[in-house]
Nanobody
Framework: QVQLMESGGGSVPPGGSLRLSCVAS????????MGWFRQAPGKKREGFAS????????RYADSVKGRFSISQDKVANRVYLQINSLKPEDTAMYYC??????????????????????WGQGTQVTVSP
């Protein structure tokens, strides 16, 4: 069973930056699709960044393009999220997600549909003056 653990959240002022990290353990398949989701109080969970193959496939939601950057260390089964120019509306619980992806074709399907089966517990990001 794959387990995910996020770290790096915190409280920052508007315009600040954070780097979130997520490590996967218990991985038995060859490779993972990994992604970041967030959920603010009273709102639906939003998937906004996904990656496969250390960049062979990446996807960003329009709301974060240009400010967020996802990267992956395939060997270490880690995924990172660099968040710049933070806004108050970025305040949310940020979750790491993963799914076994055997090849790029499967990765494209998983990432486009957001069908991840493994989830972390989340790390809180708060943006306020």
């Amino acid at each position: 069973q794959v387990q995910l653990m996020e770290s790096g959240g915190g409280s920052v002022p508007p315009g600040g930056s954070l780097r979130l990290s997520c490590v996967a353990s218990g991985v038995t398949s060859g490779s993972l699709c990994m992604g970041w989701f967030r959920q603010a109080p009273g709102k639906k969970r939003e998937g906004f960044a996904s990656i496969y193959g250390a960049g062979d496939v990446t996807r960003y939601a329009d709301s974060v393009k240009g400010r967020f950057s996802i990267s992956q260390d395939k060997v270490a089964n880690r995924v990172y999220l660099q968040i710049n120019s933070l806004k108050p509306e970025d305040t949310a619980m940020y979750y790491c997600a993963a799914e076994d992806c055997v090849d790029q074709i499967q990765a494209l399907a998983v990432i486009s549909r957001g069908t991840f089966n493994y989830w972390g517990q989340g790390t809180q990001v708060t943006v306020s003056p």
